[in-house]
Structures are given as C-alpha cells and as structure tokens.
C-alpha cells in the first residue's frame, strides 16, 4: 500500500452547528471511501460568521461565507472544502473546483412561528436575510412587514422564542438536518417560493491539481444532483450578480425528462419573468442552465435586475 493512503485528510468547514453537521457527514463518508486516512475536522472562520450586525448585502462583497475557506484551500492549509451548496461563487477561483456534491436535501423554505404562514395578521413581522426570500414573500404577502436577520440556525430561531419577529423564514434542509422539523409551521410550496440555486445540496472544493483528492471524492458524488445543481448555477452564471439576484429556480426530474423552472424578481416582488423548459433526462446540465437563463434574458429579466438597488 502506497505510503499516501495513510495521509491526513484536512476537512475544512465554517464552525456553525449547520456547517458542522455537513462536515461530520462528509468526514463518515470519506472514513468509508478512504478507510486508511485520518479526517480531521478544521473549522475557518468567515466574513459572513464575523459579521452578522449587517446585511450581506452591506458586506459588499461577494462569498461572505466561503472567501476565508477558499483561501485556507488554496494555501493548501487544508485539503477539501464542505460548503452549503447555495453559498459557493458560480465562477470557481482559479486553482479551486467543486469537485462532488452530496445527494440532495429537501429544496423548500419554511415558515419558523407559532402559527402557520397563511394565518399571520397583517402587519406581523417576518425576518429573513434573502433577497430572493423577500420578494416572494412580499409577493405572497405585501401586507407583511420584512425585517432584515442574520446568523446561524438556532440564532435566527431564537428570535421567534424573544418574539423579536413574528416568523422567520428558513431552508427547510438546515431546520431537518439539525433535528429542528418540529418547529416549523409551514412548508411553502415550489410553486409559491421557489429556492435558491443549490439549496439543500453539500458541495466538496478541493484543489484542482489535486488528482489524489479527486479520486477520493469523486466517489462520494451524486450524479443527478451534480446534474441539476450544474444547470442551476449555470443558470445564475449566466445572469450576474449572485446571490443579490432574487432568482428562484426548480429543475427537477420527471418521467425521464429534467424539468427546468426559473423566476426573476425586482425588489418587492411586484415583478417577476418566468422560464420553463424540459430536456432529456441525461442532458448536458449546464447547457441546460445556460438555456433557460437566456430565455429569461429574452423574456426581460435584464430590466428587473437593473432595478435590483446596488446593480
């Protein structure tokens, strides 16, 4: 046995206990996919963890919650990257490539409250983060007041308890995932809130020169949702502006065809264009994603993300 199989595998992750938990998941399948290395666990702390007094937006600057881990890898301070899918950059750092993703967890925001969605006052007060939140929520709801939010899982829930917000919104994966689906009050639908680009997904970064940590994660990748997180974040690619685009997006898998669906909003959610397109099951998803970004582009959306404040 080659003396490299004995190495230490340096798995590097955010230290929230959302975070935490995907790197735990990914240290048990490495144990199995490399059963002769070490997987030591090595928490980095970003921007976005550092700062949770303003918005991201505020933040001025894009990868808030993996600029630092990024670093670390390149620095080769670690070996691999464990991301929340939604929070990587579409365009890889040169020397960096995402290299698997895990199977994917439930797609769907959440309502976090005392009472379901549908049964809010007018006037209560709703906290998230998101742009793309934000407008569909005041699209659903414009009688609804938005407070900005920021931090970890438990943080955000914490002010429901203080009753500092009458209700959060949330991905519905963290609330599962943290053993926290008691506390939600209501599942939205995709056809009501569609979700981030790669919400509910584990993303693996490793160097790209990197042929022996390739081998070892490439066996823990999910092809069909390699597929449809490729399409989506094609998708955001070929539109700009990241995360501060409130883009919603739904490609699935039906009867041996991928479904595509795709939403662009303004600020307030009083706007929107829409695209939907169906390819075989088996096509290329990025060309997918391209595809249906331009139909987007052809039906007008360039207007709304104009509008968008900061564009």
């Given at each position: 046995?080659?003396?490299?199989?004995?190495?230490?595998?340096?798995?590097?992750?955010?230290?929230s206990a959302l975070a935490l938990w995907q790197a735990e998941c990914v240290q048990d399948l490495l144990s199995r996919e490399a059963p002769m290395r070490d997987v030591e666990?090595?928490?980095v702390k970003t921007l976005g963890d550092k700062r949770t007094d303003v918005t991201i937006a505020e933040l001025g600057r894009t990868a808030v919650f993996t600029a630092e881990l990024d670093?670390?890898?390149?620095?080769?301070?670690?070996?691999?990257?464990?991301?929340?899918?939604?929070d990587l950059e579409?365009?890889?750092?040169?020397?960096?490539?995402l290299a698997a993703v895990l199977p994917r967890g439930p797609v769907e925001d959440c309502f976090i409250s005392a009472q379901p969605f549908e049964s809010l006052p007018k006037g209560a007060r709703v906290g998230t983060g998101s742009v793309r939140r934000v407008a569909q929520i005041k699209?659903?709801?414009?009688?609804?007041?938005?407070?900005?939010?920021?931090g970890n899982v438990p943080t955000r829930v914490q002010l429901v308890d203080d009753g500092e917000v009458d209700g959060i919104v949330m991905a519905r994966a963290g609330?599962?995932?943290?053993?926290?689906?008691?506390?939600?009050?209501?599942v939205f639908s995709v056809s009501d809130v569609l979700p981030a680009v790669g919400q509910g997904a584990v993303a693996i970064t490793i160097r790209s020169d990197d042929e022996t940590m390739a081998r070892i994660v490439g066996g823990l990748n999910h092809e069909p949702t390699w597929r449809i997180v490729q399409a989506e974040r094609a998708c955001l690619r070929k539109l700009g502006g990241g995360c501060n685009v409130p883009l919603g997006v739904s490609f699935t898998y039906e009867n041996a065809e991928m479904r595509l669906a795709a939403k662009v909003y303004n600020a307030?959610?009083?706007?929107?264009?829409?695209?939907?397109?169906?390819?075989?099951a088996d096509a290329d998803g990025a060309d997918a994603?391209?595809?249906?970004?331009?139909?987007?582009?052809?039906?007008?959306?360039?207007?709304?993300?104009?509008?968008l404040p900061g564009s």
């Open positions: 046995m080659m003396l490299e199989d004995h190495k230490l595998i340096r798995l590097g992750t955010r230290g666990i090595v928490k670093a670390a890898l390149l620095r080769s301070d670690v070996d691999l990257g464990v991301h929340s899918l939604k579409t365009a890889e750092l040169e020397g960096m490539v699209r659903l709801r414009p009688d609804l007041e938005i407070v900005p939010i920021r609330m599962v995932r943290l053993g926290l689906a008691h506390r939600i009050a209501s307030d959610g009083s706007e929107a264009v829409d695209a939907r397109l169906d390819f075989p994603g391209l595809q249906i970004a331009q139909l987007l582009l052809d039906n007008g959306c360039g207007r709304l993300i104009d509008s």
